[in-house]
């Protein structure tokens, strides 16, 4: 995925859990380093939003960050991909993971 900020654009490798999406850079052959966290309780998924997007940034979505998170500063990650099919898989299984940690078990009530 490229990650933009501000107007710059990075290549970065994303890996997403249950719970956490976490953004790195490529350090070496199968070696990354790691530029950022987010926990998906925190977050929110938008592919329309009214906070800027780079307009070279290719199929954007955005990923607004709250407390818990970790990274240069909280404000909104602005990702894009190589396709609209792309995009619209990465907005699907965040939106489905961030209902998941949100929706509480019946244990938990």
């Known amino acids: 995925l490229k990650l933009g900020f501000g107007n710059v654009l990075r290549n970065r ?17 199968n070696r990354y380093l790691l530029k950022g966290s987010i926990q998906l309780s925190f977050v929110q998924v938008e592919m329309k939003s009214t906070h800027p997007i780079p ?8 990923i607004l960050k709250g407390p818990g998170s970790t990274g240069k500063n909280a404000k909104p990650l602005a990702f894009g991909t190589t396709s609209e099919e792309e995009r ?22």
């Open 55 to 62: 307009s070279e940034l290719p199929y954007p979505f955005l």
């Open 88 to 109: 619209q898989s990465w907005v699907d299984d965040l939106q489905k993971l961030t209902n998941q940690v949100f929706r509480p078990s019946i244990r938990d009530i």
């Open 13 to 29: 490798h994303v890996f997403l859990f249950n719970d956490l999406l976490i953004y790195t850079s490529l350090s070496g052959p």
